[in-house]
């Protein structure tokens, strides 16, 4: 399947995973990577030479191209984008903000450019600052999110772009990635699906919470505090939306998530964690290798193209 975003990133097949914080590391990236999509470091806020280090362990495990996710609510992002010219990283994609002023320095040094937007005038005003291509995230997405289903928003950002347009958020199967085609998208991004892969580091409970959960299983927390964050319902979530509809302050709230998406990752606290993740969650029901993943859904998805 060769589109413009392949053509633009060197990979065999028009996939791309998600950036995600704890998850988004270098087993999983050189995995999606080796398998011919494009793997993402997410550098989240991890310390910048952590994010180093991890550049480096998938420079050992593949010379295929992979990227790193510039999140950019954290406060080391400067030195995050400096880190991935240093490195020679071959493209970025960035989350949670506007990456405009770093887009000169990462334009000269040859880096491709991929920011992730939630609405058409982010679009329009990246592309006139010379971003590459933009991932187009709806809001069935897990973690932070817009306001605007992938549906909507894929063909309106398409439509005002000459730039391609990676689709996001919902999408795990061959059908998705078909209608995201269908809707105007050269590649499509995935977060969900990896995070329930074979080489996704994740804990088990993560991996089971996921794939018992229904359709109706993620909940948006967040919204009165302007981040607004999809997750799956569990005991955290209930108390932060009953706080958070008693008005609650950003400190309160805030006491309920430090550092709950590292204990749902890493320690398996899908009690009290943040499990972050899509609507899509419903259909997922297994844990396949990442090659399994990218080779199902683009075989499945080419055949739905071609009828
Ligand atoms: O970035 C994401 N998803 C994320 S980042 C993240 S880490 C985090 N953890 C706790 C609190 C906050 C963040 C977890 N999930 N997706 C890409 C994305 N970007 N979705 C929406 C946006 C976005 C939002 C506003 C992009 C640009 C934007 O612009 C606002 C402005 O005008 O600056």
């Not at 633009?8 to 097949?13: A, K, N, S, T, W």
């Not at 880190?83 to 989350?95: C, L, M, N, R, S």
């Amino acid at each position: 399947m060769k589109t413009r975003i392949t053509e633009l990133l060197g990979i065999e097949y028009p996939v791309i995973q998600g950036g995600m914080a704890w998850v988004g590391e270098y087993h999983l990236a050189s995995a999606v990577s080796a398998a011919g999509g494009l793997g993402i470091i997410g550098a989240a806020s991890a310390p910048p030479e952590i994010v180093r280090e991890q550049i480096r362990e998938v420079k050992k495990r593949t010379d295929k191209p992979f990227a790193v996710n510039v999140m950019l609510m954290n406060p080391n992002a400067d030195e995050v984008a400096k880190i991935v010219i240093e490195e020679g990283v071959k493209a970025v994609t960035t989350g949670a903000g506007n990456p405009a002023k770093y887009i000169p320095a990462w334009k000269e040094a040859g880096v491709r450019v991929i920011p992730v937007v939630a609405s058409v005038a982010m679009a329009v005003m990246l592309e006139r600052t010379g971003a590459d291509a933009v991932v187009a995230e709806g809001m069935e997405s897990g973690g932070h999110i817009g306001q605007t289903t992938t549906f909507s928003l894929v063909p309106q950002v398409a439509d005002a772009l000459k730039i391609p347009v990676v689709a996001a958020g919902g999408i795990a199967d061959g059908r998705g990635m078909a209608a995201a085609f269908m809707l105007g998208a050269e590649a499509v991004q995935m977060g969900t699906r990896f995070v329930a892969s074979k080489e996704s580091i994740v804990h088990d409970n993560y991996k089971e919470k996921l794939i018992k959960a229904s359709d109706i299983d993620s909940v948006v927390t967040g919204t009165s505090t302007g981040h607004p964050i999809r997750v799956l319902r569990n005991k955290m979530t209930k108390e932060y939306l009953k706080k958070e509809a008693e008005g609650a302050t950003l400190e309160e709230l805030e006491q309920l998530t430090l550092g709950s998406l590292r204990n749902a990752v890493m320690d398996g606290d899908v009690v009290n964690g943040s499990v972050m993740a899509g609507q899509i969650s419903g259909l997922i029901k297994d844990v396949p290798s990442c090659e399994e993943i990218i080779r199902t859904i683009t075989a499945d998805a080419e055949k739905l193209l071609k009828i």
